[in-house]
């Protein structure tokens, strides 16, 4: 069984060396960076993964996603979903 968890990002354009680093709203704490905008998602979505393996693991509640129109943006950034499929790897008899 797969869990599919999906969750605002919000990615900033560093003009200095092209890089983005990526927060999440609803996870304060959950923070990465990607060298280029192809890699920024692959580590958007692999921080997302761990963060919520994290809280599942602890057995802490998960915060329920902001609606993507309600995240705000400064100048350089932008707001995309990001989605972490986390395994059930329960045994099953």
């Known amino acids: 069984m797969n869990n599919e968890y999906v969750y605002p990002a919000v990615f900033h354009h560093n003009s200095d060396n092209g890089s983005y680093t990526i927060t ?13 905008l192809s890699n920024a998602l ?3 979505s692999d921080a997302l993964t761990q963060w919520v393996n ?18 705000s943006c400064e100048k350089d950034e932008f707001v995309n979903l990001v989605r972490a499929d986390i395994k059930d790897n329960h045994a099953v008899r």
């Open 24 to 36: 999440f709203p609803d996870l304060p704490g959950c923070i990465s960076e990607g060298k280029n």
């Open 42 to 44: 692959y580590m958007a």
């Open 54 to 71: 994290c809280l599942i693991d602890e057995g802490e509640d998960l915060p329920a996603p902001s609606d993507l129109s309600s995240v």
